[in-house]
């Protein structure tokens, strides 16, 4: 009788441990270190300057379409990844990855091009910030930056947003078509919509 109940008690504290296991291996499996999200596609803003009202979506706009946003959030580097239908026209684009820090910082990390000639600056709090390490190029789909934690302050946790402007034209003050990652039909240059908080 003894034989069975010690036996019972192994199984059921192994029992125990596996559903603790378990719930530990969920726990660590649901820490936000990732955020992924589907931008609605035919939803670029397309404005002209001096021109109040001229505002409207137009679906047939490629550029400067933003299909997707992805980020990852890692000891060394925040990476911001987005997919885009197009991007660069016959004149001016701008793609604006916005970083705030749970610490209270403000991060723009801009990549433009002007007749395809790129360029790459970022901001702290407004002011334009040198970070050795930053990385920001065109992809095959879209474009892609990864970030330096250090170059944030290594933050524990960030909210990740991203705005594109497109110029058609190279006149003065040509048509513009803007989108927001996290937003469908509705653009708030320089204040992009934020994911949720992303920790480490």
């Keep these: 009788m003894a034989s069975r109940t010690t036996s019972r008690s192994v199984l059921a504290a192994i029992a125990g441990l596996v559903a603790l296991a378990l719930v530990a291996g969920t726990a660590t499996a649901a820490h936000a270190d990732a955020f992924r999200h589907d931008d609605a596609t035919g939803d670029v803003i397309v404005t002209v300057p001096g021109s109040p009202g001229t505002s409207h979506v137009d679906p047939s706009q490629t550029t400067p379409d933003l299909q997707n946003l992805t980020v990852l959030h890692g000891r060394w580097i925040v990476s911001v990844a987005t997919a885009l239908r197009g991007l660069e026209g016959n004149g001016t684009s701008t793609w ?3 970083i705030v820090t749970s610490k209270g910082d403000r991060f723009d990390v801009y990549r ?6 790129p360029s790459v600056r970022m901001k702290r709090n407004g002011t334009l910030f040198t970070c050795d390490g930053l990385y920001v190029h065109r992809t095959s ?3 892609i930056a990864k970030v330096p934690t250090r170059c944030l302050g290594t933050p524990w946790k960030v909210r990740v947003g991203v705005l594109a402007r ?4 190279s006149e003065k003050r040509p048509p513009q078509g803007h989108d927001d990652v996290l937003r469908n039909g509705v653009v708030s240059y ?3 919509a934020l994911s949720s908080w992303i920790a480490r």
Excluded: C, H, L
């Design 96 to 98: 604006v990855a916005t």
């Design 112 to 117: 433009g091009a002007r007749y395809f000639d």
């Design 141 to 143: 789909v879209g474009v």
């Design 166 to 169: 497109t110029d058609y034209g």
């Design 190 to 192: 320089g204040n992009p």
